[in-house]
């Protein structure tokens, strides 16, 4: 974003319990480019700020200790606009596109924020309590940064509201359903990139039957048939489903009622084991990072690899029966995209459905990684939220 052009510019927040990432793209013509990306990481404790180029590279970094701290997510933002200042300089902010965990069962879609809609959004917070109230923070922080400029919200849940009854409800009593207690899925930005992205390369994919494995920290998976969600792993919360970097990921729920009626767990220490203390680095007690886990070679390390991979194999099986087979397995996140050996572990057994790694495509995390020939294509594709919280924003700034 140069100084002497007059650039309109478009920022996306992510705002997380700890931590705010952004990226700023520069709007041309009806296209967006990504100018810079960074974010501000351990808020409340002793903050770190970066800032990088389109190219990945550092321009900007810095450590706060705690006495010097800025405050809160307000505070983070601050520090981001300062820094972003004279990078934006000539640039005028159109409309500001945020990340929002729940948008429950009304919201299907991104939606410019508005009193009105910052009401339903908090009378949401009882079902994200980790999540929703640090989003809302971020839009609140950004509306006194920027007053009059068009905010967004983009949901997580939004793209699972194409599921049939059948595959969102729990097999309760439907008054349970009926005061909101269903399935509503998440990871729902990175579904729709993966799918927009598929579907502008090859049109046949866009039509396809695909189960997309989102496996960064948090990981679920998702059944999708002509573009739209049919099921996925994760539930009435990001704990469901497959286990995660800290998270376990799904549980009998007798678990839980044994963990508080005879352990005597408070439920808030249960919170805290489910959420932070189990998975990937519970299990392995190394890490919550795969590259850890595998360096580490520890018998428990090996064990909490193999779980993972078989829970994640099992319900890559179930996805597709869940949409009468399978046509593409594409794989994405951190986890997805990198880790080479755990790919491995995970297609290792799946030949029955078509499912066979080329080996050398694998381990070098080529695009394409399924033997050639087989029924079932096998996919790697970077995923992208923030790219995709922006093509909404400016898709409803350009209505409005
Ligand atoms: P988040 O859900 O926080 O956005 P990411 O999608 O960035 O997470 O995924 C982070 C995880 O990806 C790491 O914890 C690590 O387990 C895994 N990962 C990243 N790079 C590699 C790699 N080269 N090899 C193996 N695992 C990797």
Same mark, same amino acid.
């Given at each position: 974003m140069s100084p002497e052009a007059k650039t309109d510019a478009l920022l996306v927040l992510n705002a997380g319990s700890s931590s705010l990432k952004f990226a700023?793209?520069?709007?041309?013509?009806?296209?967006?480019?990504?100018?810079?990306?960074?974010?501000?990481?351990?808020?409340?404790?002793a903050p770190h700020f970066i800032l990088r180029d389109a190219a990945g590279a550092r321009i900007a970094e810095r450590q706060f200790v705690a006495a010097?701290?800025?405050?809160?997510?307000?505070? #983070? *933002? %601050?520090?981001?606009?300062?820094?972003?200042?004279?990078?934006?300089? $000539? @640039?005028?902010?159109? !409309? &500001?596109?945020?990340?929002?965990?729940?948008?429950?069962?009304?919201?299907?879609?991104?939606?410019?924020?508005?009193?009105?809609?910052?009401?339903k959004l908090r009378a949401l917070v009882p079902l994200a309590p980790l999540h929703q109230p640090h989003n809302l923070a971020?839009?609140?922080?950004?509306?006194?940064?920027?007053?009059?400029?068009?905010?967004?919200?983009?949901?997580?849940?939004?793209?699972?509201?194409?599921?049939?009854?059948?595959a969102a409800t729990?097999?309760?009593?439907p008054r349970f359903f009926d005061q909101g207690i269903l399935r509503y899925g998440f990871h729902g930005l990175s579904y729709e990139y993966?799918?927009?992205?598929?579907?502008?390369?090859?049109? #046949? *994919? %866009?039509?396809?039957?695909?189960?997309?494995?989102?496996l960064g920290n $948090? @990981?679920?998976?998702? !059944? &999708?048939?002509?573009?739209?969600?049919?099921?996925?792993?994760?539930?009435?919360?990001?704990?469901?489903?497959?286990?995660?970097?800290?998270?376990?990921?799904?549980?009998?729920?007798?678990?839980?009622?044994?963990?508080?009626?005879?352990?005597?767990?408070?439920s808030s220490e249960i919170a805290h084991l489910l959420y932070h203390d189990s998975g990937l680095k519970g299990m392995s007690g190394v890490s919550q990072d795969v590259r850890a886990i595998e360096a580490a070679g520890t018998a428990a390390a090996e064990a909490a690899l193999d779980h993972f991979a078989f829970r994640v194999r099992r319900e890559i099986g179930a996805l597709a029966a869940s949409i009468g087979g399978m046509d593409a397995l594409v794989f994405t996140a951190g986890i997805g995209e990198n880790a080479h050996?755990?790919?491995?572990?995970?297609?290792?057994?799946l030949g029955f459905l078509g499912i066979n790694l080329d080996p050398e495509a694998n381990a070098a995390n080529r695009p394409e990684i399924g033997r050639a020939g087989d029924p079932v294509r096998v996919l790697i594709r970077p995923t992208d939220e923030e790219a995709m919280i922006a093509e909404h924003a400016l898709a409803l700034v350009e209505v409005a």
């Open positions: 700023v793209f520069a709007i041309e013509g009806r296209g967006l480019t990504q100018r810079y990306d960074g974010q501000m990481e351990g808020i409340g404790a010097e701290a800025p405050k809160g997510h307000e505070g #983070a *933002l %601050g520090v981001i606009l300062e820094a972003l200042k004279p990078l934006l300089d $000539g @640039a005028t902010m159109r !409309a &500001i596109g945020h990340r929002v965990v729940h948008g429950g069962r009304d919201l299907s879609a991104p939606v410019m924020i508005t009193d009105a809609i910052m009401a971020g839009i609140e922080a950004a509306a006194r940064h920027f007053p009059g400029v068009a905010q967004i919200a983009c949901f997580d849940t939004a793209f699972h509201r194409t599921q049939g009854h059948a729990f097999a309760l009593p993966i799918t927009r992205r598929l579907a502008a390369e090859d049109a #046949a *994919l %866009g039509r396809a039957r695909l189960v997309v494995a989102h $948090g @990981a679920s998976l998702c !059944a &999708i048939e002509g573009g739209q969600s049919r099921a996925t792993t994760m539930g009435f919360t990001a704990l469901d489903g497959v286990p995660m970097g800290t998270r376990s990921g799904q549980l009998d729920p007798g678990v839980v009622l044994h963990m508080l009626d005879s352990l005597q767990m408070t050996g755990l790919r491995a572990r995970i297609c290792a057994g």
